[in-house]
Each structure stands twice: as structure tokens, then as C-alpha cells.
């Protein structure tokens, strides 16, 4: 009988100590909400990274197809007003020559005008600019002149603006991606401290935090172009 006075108050204490068997099978499922909260969100951060790093690359490619398509035009540009300048000076020997009244070599003159000038020329000596005052100055102002070059180089130009913005456009898909991933750090913080945590209300809490983290992320994302 001393032995039963003995040991049974041992066994109530053993027993009080036991978790209810309700308590524990919610301590399970909050710590499987937390692996599945660090495992999405792994997965979502990797995406994110992803495509930060596709969008980057699209940005860099873009920006270099715009400095390309730049200098094509800077360079289509250049030459347009090389050959403006090389009409004005055949132009201005034209002139010299009717002036002192040499035939010969104002022809020669004439013989090399070049294709796109000479219907700009041929509308100015049709205003007779000899004896109308109201006349256009001269043949590089008339609407008849069109440089193919410069024509060129503006088209080039809009080329060059457009892939730019395409660039800067990928800039800010990057740029956004990475800031996805800002939510999905602070889900990741959230759901792995909850597995530290003893009292249960605050896990809950922890978690609830982490998992309305996760949706805004994920929604943000959804939202995003990809690349």
C-alpha cells in the first residue's frame, strides 16, 4: 500500500503534463502552413528574380539597338548636309559663271547637279528668279528639296526613340519584379520565425501576416508582363 501512496501522484503529474490531443494537431497544421508559406514563396522569389533578370536583359539589348540606330542616324544625317553644302557650292559656281557670262562652264556646272537637286532647281527657275522679286531665295529652299539621307535619319531617329522607350520600359518591368520580391522576403521572415514560436495566438497572427504578404506579392506579380 506504500508503494500505491508512493507512485500515484507521479502518474497524475505525468499525465496533466500531456498536450491535448486537439492542441497538437493544430500545432501540426501551423507548422505545415509554414513550410507551404516558405515553399510557395521560394518559388515565387525565383520567379521574380527571374524575370528581373529577363527584363534586364531586354533593357540592355534595347538601349544598345537605340545607340546603334543613333549613330546610323547621326551618321545618315552628317551626310545630308554634306551634300547640301556640295549643292551650294555647284549652285553658287552656277551662278558665277551665268554671271560673268560663261556659258561653257556654267553648263558644266549645271551637268553636276545631282538628281535630288535638280527638281528643287528646275521649280526655282520656274518662278524667274532674275526678274521676280517675290521669288524663293534659291533652289535649297524650295519644298522640291528633299534629302533621302535626311529623310533617313529621321526615320532612324524615331527607330532610336522608340527602342528606348522599349528599354526604359524594360527598366521598370526589372524594377518592379525586384520589388515583388521585398514582399516576398518579409513573407519568407514571418513564416520562419512562426516555427519559433511557442504561444499560439501569435503564431497564428505571424502567419495570417505572412500569408496576406504571399497574396499582395502574388497579386502584384500577376500583374507584371513577362518576359
Same mark, same amino acid.
Request: no cysteine; charged share 20%; glycine share 6%.
Given at each position: 500500500? !506504500?508503494?500505491?501512496? $508512493?507512485?500515484?501522484?507521479?502518474?497524475?503529474?505525468?499525465?496533466?503534463?500531456?498536450?491535448? =490531443?486537439?492542441? *497538437?494537431?493544430?500545432? *501540426?497544421? &501551423?507548422?505545415? %502552413?509554414?513550410?507551404? @508559406?516558405?515553399?510557395?514563396?521560394?518559388?515565387?522569389?525565383? /520567379?521574380?528574380?527571374?524575370? !528581373?533578370?529577363? /527584363?534586364?536583359?531586354?533593357?540592355? +539589348?534595347?538601349?544598345?539597338?537605340?545607340?546603334?540606330?543613333? $549613330?546610323?542616324? +547621326?551618321?545618315?544625317?552628317?551626310?545630308?548636309?554634306?551634300?547640301?553644302?556640295?549643292?551650294?557650292?555647284?549652285?553658287?559656281? /552656277? &551662278?558665277?559663271?551665268?554671271? !560673268?557670262?560663261? =556659258?561653257?562652264?556654267?553648263?558644266?556646272?549645271?551637268?553636276?547637279?545631282?538628281?535630288?537637286?535638280?527638281?528643287?532647281?528646275?521649280?526655282?527657275i520656274a518662278q524667274h528668279p532674275f526678274t521676280n522679286p517675290r521669288a524663293v531665295p534659291g533652289p535649297l529652299y524650295m519644298p522640291q528639296y528633299r534629302s533621302a539621307d535626311l529623310a533617313r535619319s529621321v526615320r532612324l531617329d524615331v527607330v532610336a526613340d522608340k527602342l528606348f522607350q522599349e528599354g526604359t520600359a524594360a527598366k521598370t518591368n526589372?524594377?518592379?519584379?525586384?520589388?515583388?520580391?521585398?514582399?516576398?522576403?518579409?513573407?519568407?521572415?514571418?513564416? %520562419?520565425?512562426?516555427? *519559433?514560436?511557442? /504561444?499560439?495566438? &501569435?503564431?497564428?497572427?505571424?502567419?495570417?501576416? =505572412?500569408?496576406? @504578404?504571399?497574396?499582395?506579392?502574388?497579386?502584384?506579380?500577376?500583374?507584371?508582363? $513577362?518576359?
Amino acid at each position: 500500500m !506504500a508503494d500505491v501512496h $508512493v507512485h500515484a501522484p507521479h502518474a497524475l503529474t505525468e499525465g496533466s503534463e500531456e498536450e491535448p =490531443a486537439p492542441t *497538437r494537431r493544430m500545432e *501540426r497544421r &501551423l507548422e505545415l %502552413g509554414a513550410v507551404l @508559406l516558405l515553399a510557395l514563396t521560394t518559388l515565387a522569389t525565383a /520567379w521574380s528574380g527571374y524575370q !528581373a533578370a529577363r /527584363w534586364s536583359g531586354e533593357q540592355s +539589348q534595347h538601349y544598345a539597338r537605340a545607340s546603334a540606330t543613333r $549613330v546610323v542616324a +547621326q551618321q545618315a544625317a552628317t551626310r545630308a548636309g554634306q551634300l547640301r553644302i556640295d549643292d551650294l557650292l555647284y549652285f553658287n559656281g /552656277w &551662278l558665277d559663271a551665268r554671271e !560673268a557670262g560663261n =556659258a561653257k562652264l556654267e553648263a558644266i556646272y549645271r551637268s553636276r547637279f545631282r538628281p535630288e537637286f535638280e527638281p528643287a532647281f528646275r521649280a526655282w527657275i520656274a518662278q524667274h528668279p532674275f526678274t521676280n522679286p517675290r521669288a524663293v531665295p534659291g533652289p535649297l529652299y524650295m519644298p522640291q528639296y528633299r534629302s533621302a539621307d535626311l529623310a533617313r535619319s529621321v526615320r532612324l531617329d524615331v527607330v532610336a526613340d522608340k527602342l528606348f522607350q522599349e528599354g526604359t520600359a524594360a527598366k521598370t518591368n526589372g524594377d518592379r519584379y525586384i520589388l515583388s520580391t521585398v514582399f516576398f522576403a518579409a513573407v519568407l521572415f514571418f513564416a %520562419g520565425i512562426s516555427l *519559433r514560436l511557442d /504561444w499560439q495566438p &501569435l503564431r497564428i497572427a505571424v502567419l495570417g501576416m =505572412a500569408l496576406v @504578404l504571399l497574396a499582395g506579392g502574388v497579386a502584384f506579380v500577376l500583374t507584371l508582363p $513577362v518576359a
